[in-house]
């Protein structure tokens, strides 16, 4: 196989870095940017420069063009434009990793599909707060769905938006999200749930590095769904955590018809229908044959 020059934006930790990896496996040349925080696995160009300023950005690329770009940090249409203008020329291919909360406005109890969000009916505002952590905190769906928007409306160059679902498993899971249920049951706490609960779509940290990695060889465009099969509820993350911990208290559940939950319980359904990616040929695993095996990872054997 011919060797690609890929370029990573962000992409040094949890699927980012994995992705990395199974690119520099593959034999292709692979360049990495951030703005100097850490550095990538030794094989991979560093290129230092903040994604956000046009005039560094720019000067940092210099006169490198790619196969492929795979942007893992565009959290907004500000972002996204600037990626657009500075790209076009560069890039034969973008993929961006989007994610399953473009659709939190889609409420279907049916697994969503690419088109019931279309990024070109989405309307882009650039003049909202973007710079602001707390604004983009709490309008993360938003800005990811604007971030599409702009590479849809004028694209530069094919691009792709893989919408990913709540990844979960390895050693290096930041988020805390299992140890939240994990301490909660060893306290022999209540984990706080709405009163009508609705499961979610899952994918494992090596499965999704799997699509990136299957994504960036492929000629398709557009959104794409990344989810592994099988819908899990959060009595079934709960039971998956409360196994692995010695001598827990039994589970017991609190439920709210408003206010805060706890991590993976939700008021509305966050289900996507994977089967665009199946028929362009990706074979998802099943969430709960993984489950077991990604709480081991994320808690250690001694949870």
Request: contains cysteine; glycine residues 8%.
């Amino acid at each position: 196989m011919e060797k690609r020059e890929v370029l990573v934006i962000g992409g040094n930790r949890y699927f980012g870095k994995r992705l990395i990896a199974r690119l520099l496996a593959a034999g292709d040349r692979v360049t990495v940017l951030n703005r100097g925080s850490s550095a990538p696995p030794p094989g991979a160009v560093h290129l230092v420069a903040d994604r956000d300023d046009e005039t560094a950005l720019n000067s940092a690329l210099g006169s490198r063009t790619f196969d492929v770009v795979v942007d893992q940090v565009c959290y907004t249409p500000r972002q996204a434009t600037v990626a657009r203008r500075v790209f076009a020329g560069r890039a034969r291919r973008y993929v961006m990793t989007s994610t399953v909360e473009v659709y939190e406005h889609e409420d279907s109890l049916a697994p969503v599909r690419e088109t019931d969000v279309d990024p070109l009916s989405v309307t882009v505002d650039l003049e909202l707060p973007w710079d602001e952590p707390e604004f983009l905190d709490a309008h993360y769906g938003e800005g990811k769905r604007q971030a599409e928007a702009v590479f849809a409306a004028d694209p530069a160059f094919p691009y792709v938006a893989v919408r990913v679902a709540h990844v979960l498993g390895g050693d290096d899971d930041f988020t805390g999200r299992l140890e939240h249920y994990a301490s909660r049951i060893r306290a022999g706490e209540p984990i706080t749930v709405p009163t009508v609960n609705h499961p979610a779509t899952y994918i494992h940290v090596e499965e999704i590095a799997d699509f990136l990695f299957w994504a960036v060889g492929e000629d398709f465009a557009g959104p794409v769904n990344a989810a592994s099969h099988g819908p899990l509820t959060t009595d079934e993350l709960v039971a998956a955590v409360a196994a692995r911990v010695p001598g827990g208290e039994p589970v017991s559940f609190q439920e709210v018809e408003v206010g805060e939950v706890s991590p993976f319980s939700f008021f509305r359904s966050y289900g996507m229908d994977n089967s665009r990616a199946t028929k362009l040929g990706f074979a998802f695993g099943d969430a709960r044959r993984w489950l077991p095996t990604a709480v081991a990872e994320t808690l250690g054997k001694d949870a």
